[in-house]
Each structure stands twice: as structure tokens, then as C-alpha cells.
């Protein structure tokens, strides 16, 4: 499970790169994504529909810091003023990125990130908060923490979802039975897609919040849980599910729509996790290889 999801203006360099790309017997493409010379590299949010993806990279002095890649490969890195890590959770069709913070006292703070500026996004009476996704109308989905670091340094937190109007309300919500959950995407009609722990064995399940029914997600035979990380105008929903007490081939990939589950796992990962989908069906995530290596991918409907 990607261990952060538990989760100045544009800065430094412009750098095209080589893609690693191929098909696979399922008609999807999967292309590899790696920042220049970074120990880690996720992709967490996107692409959008303009083909713009956002994720985090690891530097040799073991910090995160964000980064955006166009679908023509050019990079660019940034982190908030004060930024001691930095995780980028989305990108809109506007090119509007959300995400989250550690600021030098290690406190957590939403940001949204917009035309060059920054603006500091943090609930009212949260300890700790995260942005975690944004509409093509602005609205964003978030989630307060009781710890102030939102468990980004290890530090065990309980967390409630929110919605964040374009006017400037908050609506705070869990899914029923919860006792933590994390909204991790909000769509154009306000669907949002998250994952929430219940109060029965502390499972891990997705969920979707659409027109105000709940839909809990659950991959058939997970079980350790199902995390829910993104999902679209369609409910399209993509995420991660792993097992119990197994030592290969324990996480996977999901995709899920109407109630039908598939899973995915890019080719020759031991670890595959989906973070986000856009309402072309192109899907972003994580993987790692057999040499516990971390690398970004953008997987492609072959239409």
C-alpha cells in the first residue's frame, strides 16, 4: 500500500524523458513513469483529460517533493513555501492541483496550487488536513486528521472525509460504521469515490458517495481491505485490494463500475496500485518491480 496515502511557483527544471511503453493481451497500454534520477517515483493523481498526470518523487536526501508530466514527458517539481514533503493528489482539466504538506513543525496542510500560486487549505478545528481531489467546477474532497501529520511520519491518526464547496462550506461526513475514512476524489456531479476503516475487525473498504447512497467496495476475497484511490464522472473507480498473511502476490490493482470488479496489475509487478481515472478511462498509479523498486504508470485504453 503506497505509505503515504495512510497519504514558490513551478520550481527547478524542465526535462523531457524517454517513456517506456507497451501493450499488453488485454488492449491496454501501460507507459512507465520515472522523474530524472529519483530514488521513488508514484504517480497520485490524473491524468487529466489534457493527458497531464501529477505524483510525488523521492531525492537522494530522502525528501518528497511534487511533480507534474504532460504526456509529451516534460517534468517540472514543486513544493509549497516550507514544504519539508510534499504529495500532489490531483490535477483538474484547468490544470488546478490539490494535494498536501508538512511544514517544518511537521503539521499537515491542504494546498491548492493554481496559475503559479499557492493558497493554504486547513480545516476548521483539524489538527492535520488533506486536499485530496478537485472538480472541473472547483469543488474539493479532503480529509481532517486527529494526528496534525495525517500519518505521513508514522504516527497512528483517525480521519473524517469532507467536502469542500466552491463557496467556501465544508460538509463533514463517514460512511456508516466507520471510525476513520478519507475522501480521495470528488467528480463533476459531486460523486466522491474514498476508503473508510469500520468498527468491526478495523477492515479496510472502498467507497463511493453518489447522489447520497453509499456504495462500499469491496474486492471479492481481499482480505486485508480495498482502498478506493480515484474515481470519475462515470463512477468509474480505481484502488488497490491485498490479502491476509501472504507472502507473493499479495496487492493488486482494481477497477470497478455498476458492481463489477476487474483487476490489473502492470506487467511483472509485485505491487500495483490505481490512484486515479479520468473519463477517458486512462488510469494512473504505482507499481513495484521484483527488485522493490517504485515507479510511476499511466495505463491506456487501446480504443
Known amino acids: 500500500m503506497n505509505p503515504l496515502r495512510l497519504f514558490r511557483f513551478f520550481a527547478t527544471c524542465t526535462i523531457s524523458f524517454a517513456l517506456t511503453t507497451f501493450s499488453t493481451?488485454?488492449?491496454?497500454?501501460?507507459?512507465?513513469?520515472?522523474?530524472?534520477?529519483?530514488?521513488?517515483?508514484?504517480?497520485?493523481?490524473g491524468p487529466n483529460v489534457e493527458g497531464t498526470?501529477?505524483?510525488l518523487?523521492?531525492?537522494?536526501?530522502?525528501?518528497?517533493?511534487?511533480?507534474?508530466?504532460?504526456?509529451?514527458?516534460?517534468?517540472r517539481s514543486f513544493d509549497p513555501p516550507g514544504s519539508i514533503l510534499t504529495v500532489p493528489a490531483f490535477i483538474n482539466y484547468q490544470g488546478v492541483i490539490v494535494g498536501?504538506?508538512?511544514?517544518?513543525?511537521?503539521?499537515s496542510h491542504g494546498f491548492i496550487l493554481a496559475a503559479g500560486k499557492y493558497t493554504v487549505v486547513d480545516a476548521p478545528g483539524a489538527a492535520g488536513t488533506t486536499l485530496s481531489g478537485v472538480s472541473?467546477?472547483?469543488?474539493?474532497?479532503?480529509?481532517?486528521?486527529?494526528?496534525?501529520?495525517?500519518?505521513?511520519?508514522?504516527?497512528?491518526?483517525?480521519?473524517?472525509?469532507f467536502v469542500l464547496s466552491r463557496l467556501g462550506t465544508y460538509t463533514f461526513f463517514n460512511p456508516p460504521g466507520a471510525t476513520s475514512s478519507s475522501a480521495s476524489t470528488v467528480s463533476l456531479d459531486g460523486a466522491v469515490a474514498g476508503a473508510y476503516t469500520?468498527?468491526?475487525?478495523?477492515?479496510?473498504?472502498?467507497?463511493?458517495?453518489?447522489?447520497?447512497?453509499?456504495?462500499?467496495?469491496?474486492?471479492?476475497?481481499?482480505?486485508?481491505?480495498?482502498?478506493?484511490?480515484?474515481?470519475?464522472?462515470?463512477?468509474?473507480?480505481?484502488?488497490?485490494?491485498?490479502y491476509l498473511?501472504?507472502?507473493?502476490?499479495?496487492?493488486?490493482?482494481?477497477?470497478?463500475?455498476?458492481?463489477?470488479?476487474?483487476?490489473?496489475?502492470?506487467?511483472?509487478?509485485?505491487?500495483?496500485?490505481?490512484?486515479g481515472i479520468n473519463s477517458l478511462g486512462v488510469i494512473g498509479g504505482l507499481f513495484t518491480d521484483s527488485s522493490g523498486n517504485t515507479h510511476g504508470f499511466i495505463r491506456t485504453p487501446s480504443y
Not at 100 to 107: E, G, N, Q, T
Open 25 to 45: 493481451a488485454s488492449a491496454q497500454t501501460y507507459t512507465q513513469i520515472d522523474y530524472p534520477n529519483a530514488l521513488v517515483t508514484e504517480i497520485s493523481g
Open 53 to 55: 498526470a501529477v505524483g
Open 57 to 75: 518523487w523521492l531525492d537522494s536526501n530522502s525528501v518528497f517533493h511534487g511533480f507534474s508530466v504532460t504526456s509529451e514527458g516534460v517534468f
Open 100 to 107: 498536501v504538506y508538512l511544514d517544518s513543525s511537521a503539521v
Open 136 to 161: 472541473d467546477i472547483g469543488e474539493l474532497s479532503g480529509y481532517t486528521c486527529t494526528d496534525p501529520g495525517c500519518g505521513n511520519t508514522g504516527n497512528a491518526t483517525t480521519n473524517e472525509s
Open 198 to 242: 469500520d468498527d468491526v475487525g478495523e477492515l479496510n473498504h472502498g467507497y463511493l458517495l453518489s447522489h447520497g447512497k453509499y456504495t462500499t467496495l469491496d474486492f471479492p476475497g481481499a482480505t486485508t481491505g480495498t482502498f478506493a484511490g480515484g474515481g470519475n464522472l462515470s463512477n468509474e473507480v480505481v484502488g488497490i485490494y491485498n
Open 245 to 275: 498473511n501472504c507472502t507473493t502476490d499479495c496487492n493488486h490493482a482494481f477497477w470497478w463500475q455498476n458492481g463489477v470488479f476487474k483487476s490489473f496489475d502492470y506487467p511483472g509487478a509485485v505491487l500495483t496500485e490505481g490512484t
